[in-house]
């Protein structure tokens, strides 16, 4: 009894996080926008982005040490995250400055709530609410929300060599089933 709860609580779960990706409103319709100064510097007030290793990544972590995501349904002017799922990954409000080690074109776009998110070569970013302190990834290669989530490498957003991999295994991992045909 107690594993047919298990794996009813495991499908209510991915229920859930599948309907965060299906919110239905969208979100940023404004042209992505180099900050000031392009890579080097952003407008007085931004938060400044910095490069850290996680693992063997060189990644991007905000003023707080936070790991820095991209969602690849996202496009350059348009961020496909919004309800529920920016409650669990929230959006990084922009603009940025470039810190140490950012090499990239820091920019942002509008979203469809009016606010201003940061985009790092052209993808909008985001911390995830599973990392509770600097210097963890845990979001990296999940399939949540409707579509991947990849940390922001310093090198720009190519998922790992690996990718598919991750991604394989994420899939069964969240499926479900325990080989009882689910």
Known sequence: ??????????????????????????????????????????????????????????????????????????????????????TYWPPVKGPLTAGSGVTGTLGTITRSDGTTQATYDGHPLYTFVGDKSPGQATGNGKNLSGGLWWEMTVSGSTPPANAGAVSSATAKASSGGGGYGY
């Open 1 to 86: 009894m107690r594993k047919i709860w298990g794996v009813a609580g495991l499908a209510a779960l991915a229920l859930t996080v599948s309907a965060c990706g299906s919110s239905g409103s969208s979100s940023g319709t404004a042209a992505n926008t180099p900050a000031a100064g392009g890579s080097s510097s952003a407008a007085a007030g931004g938060s400044t982005v910095t490069e850290k290793t996680i693992g063997s990544q060189q990644v991007l972590v905000d003023s707080n040490g936070m790991t820095l995501y991209w969602f690849v349904p996202d496009t350059s002017t348009k961020s496909n995250c919004s309800g529920q799922c920016a």
